[in-house]
């Protein structure tokens, strides 16, 4: 089992995101979002905006929360405006009171209002998750249980939901199907026939074939599969839909010879409880597949060419 909490490093979420978000698949993303949001350019504003037009643009928050997504927001603004100035104010991983200004971009104008729905999109989105994870990361704390995620991701932004999980201090169950061994119900039931005598020889011929780095763990749905499946020497067991009493009975019998992992019924009014039986790692799908977007605005304030027209217009940009 995991060392307590108290017992850990404390470490800056903060600072420990430095880096940790690929460039490349960033650029990826936003490349294909924009081609979806304006395959053959943006119409509207090559009629109404000058081409030489300057913006500046804030970032807002509408309501508090924990930013993620800054250098998204950024990267989107530079894509269409490689020259554009950003100016992120506030950190990814840090908690934001509604009302602050996150960032500031300053190029032109055509290419903010270009990129403005796709950075808005992303950096809503991720920040929903960083706050959403920050929640349930409070509500276990000084327990030891980590919380993590899942494959219950938006196709084509998993790098950007598990970075954003990461902002909100929780951590990252395996990336994809290549990455670790996770045997769930209908592997156990193709692998032993229905036969629950057979579990523990075949998971152990099923791990012996594996190179020595790679993860294998277990889904078990009821404590009988516990002992069988603990007897194979797998690294974790996961205990999918247990009562409180059977996530405690399941910690005891496996006695800290695996990694113990909850999933299942998880939410905001459930995971203190869950944490509190002595597992080791939480997962929730809930943190990447269902959140809401946080409610983020960019305020543009428009300033045209002094030829053309002295007076500056403020606004909000067009949903």
Excluded: W
């Amino acid at each position: 089992m995991t060392a307590p909490a108290a017992a850990r490093p404390a470490v800056s979420p903060v600072a420990a995101l430095a880096g940790t978000l690929p460039a490349a698949a960033v650029d990826a993303v936003l490349r294909a979002a924009l081609l979806e949001d304006a395959p053959y350019g943006d119409i509207t504003s090559q009629t109404l905006i000058p081409a030489d037009a300057r913006a500046t643009a804030v970032l807002a928050a509408r309501v508090p929360g924990v930013l993620s997504g800054g250098e998204v927001f950024a990267a989107a603004m530079k894509l269409t405006d490689p020259g554009a100035d950003v100016e992120l104010l506030v950190a990814d991983g840090a908690a934001f009171a509604a009302g602050t200004a996150l960032a500031r971009v300053n190029g032109n104008a055509r290419a903010v209002l270009l990129a403005e729905r796709v950075a808005l999109n992303l950096v809503q989105r991720m920040s929903a998750i960083a706050t959403t994870t920050a929640e349930f990361v409070a509500l276990v704390d000084g327990t030891g249980a980590r919380i993590t995620d899942t494959r219950k991701t938006t196709p084509g932004l998993r790098v950007l939901e598990r970075y954003a999980v990461r902002c909100g201090g929780g951590a990252n169950h395996r990336f994809g199907l290549s990455d670790a061994v996770l045997a769930k119900d209908n592997h156990l039931a193709v692998l032993t026939g229905g036969d629950p005598a057979k579990l523990t020889a075949v998971l152990r011929e099923a791990k012996a074939r594996l190179g020595h780095t790679t993860h294998f763990e277990v889904e078990v749905d009821n404590m009988d599969q516990i002992g069988p499946v603990l007897a194979a020497g797998v690294d974790t067991i996961m205990l999918d839909n247990f009562t409180l009493a059977d996530l405690a009975a399941g910690v005891a019998l496996v006695g800290g010879r695996a990694r113990v992992e909850a999933s299942g019924n998880v939410n905001l009014a459930t995971v203190a409880g869950i944490a509190a039986t002595g597992v080791d790692v939480i997962s929730i799908g809930g943190l990447t597949h269902s959140v809401a977007a946080l409610d983020l605005g960019l305020d543009l304030e428009l300033g045209l060419d002094s030829e053309r027209n002295s007076d500056q217009t403020a606004g909000q940009a067009a949903p």
